[in-house]
Each structure stands twice: as C-alpha cells, then as structure tokens.
C-alpha cells in the first residue's frame, strides 16, 4: 500500500506570514495607541528625552548646535515573538522647535522573543538630507538614508566621535532584552496631530 506524501504548499507558508503579521500588526498598533497620541504628550516627552540625551551623550551640545534638525523619539518601543516590530512617535525640531511629528514603524521575521523601550535622536547634518527626509512619504532608514549609528550603555557616556555621514542616530536609556540595536528598516511617517 502506497502512503501519499503531502507537500509543503509555498502558499500556505506566505498565508500564514501574512496572516501572523496582520494580526501583529493590529495586536501592536492597539499597544501603541497607548503611548503618547498628542502633540502636546509628543514635546513633553521629547523635552525629558534631551535631558537624558546631554546627561549620556558627551558631545550632544555640540551635535545639537551643528544639526540641522533633530528627530527627537522617546521610548521607542520593540516586542517580538518570532515576528517582531517596532513603534513610536516623537518631534521633529529645528533650532529647538518643534515643526512636524513622526511615527516610526519596522516589522522583521526570525528568533526573537522579548522587548524593550529605547530613546533616539536622529541628527540630519545637512540640508540636503533634511529636505530628503521632509519631503519623502514614508522615509526608510538604510534605503531613502543611511543613519550613523552612536549608542550608549553599560555606565558609558556616547560620543560621536566615530559617527561619520549626513545623519547621525543616537541610541540611549534602553530598557529590555533585546541586544540588538539598528535603524535599518525603520520607516518613518509624517503625523498630522493636533494640540
């Protein structure tokens, strides 16, 4: 008697992708409607974030003065169980104010299990890559941008002294498991949030 070998449909396995990443998807954005989802919780947050970005980033006055515009995120958070992402909303500012807010969101597939909550500043350095960034609908790290990346941790204050490059991304006041720490896939949008 002959057994009937079934096999493996590569549909089956994108629908169950699409399926575990739709439901991530709507699972992670219900979370995030938790954090702040106004512009005046946006700027409160993103004042306590540049206390702690000159409290652990040696030469972050003098990055500040240099940058053309800094992309302030507090507490960007990332989950994961074997399908991850990430999430969070923060300020663009320009010579200290505030002109426009973003939301930053990245998915990826692979053994992964935990979270945590980090802070970034992204400091655009020159006009060209500001303009860039402004004026894209949906602007990717590491495709639209490379972004330098400087991270501080372990009771060691960051310095940018190896940053090289256009934009320059701060990682600081990480709090959770994950180790890894990259820009590469973060999409960033453009909100529209009212006071």
Do not use: C
């Amino acid at each position: 008697m002959r057994t009937k070998r079934f096999k493996k449909h590569p549909k089956s396995y994108s629908a169950f992708y699409f399926f575990a990443a739709t439901l991530f998807v709507f699972v992670f954005g219900f979370t995030a409607m938790a954090y702040a989802d106004t512009a005046r919780k946006i700027d409160a947050s993103a004042d306590k974030v540049m206390v702690r970005f000159h409290e652990q980033v040696k030469d972050s006055k003098q990055i500040a003065k240099q940058a053309k515009a800094l992309l302030i995120m507090p507490n960007v958070v990332k989950a994961g169980l074997i399908i991850g992402g990430e999430y969070g909303r923060g300020a663009l500012r320009i010579n200290g104010k505030t002109v426009d807010y973003y939301n930053v969101v990245s998915g990826s597939i692979g053994a992964q299990i935990g979270g945590e909550a980090k802070d970034w500043v992204i400091a655009f350095m020159t006009d060209a890559s500001l303009k860039k960034f402004r004026e894209s609908k949906g602007w990717e790290a590491g495709v639209d941008g490379n972004v330098a990346l400087v991270t501080t941790g372990g009771g060691d204050s960051g310095t940018s002294r190896n940053a090289d490059g256009d934009i320059i991304g701060y990682v600081f006041d990480v709090k959770g498991l994950f180790a890894d720490v990259s820009f590469k896939g973060a999409k960033f949008s453009k909100l529209n949030l009212s006071e």
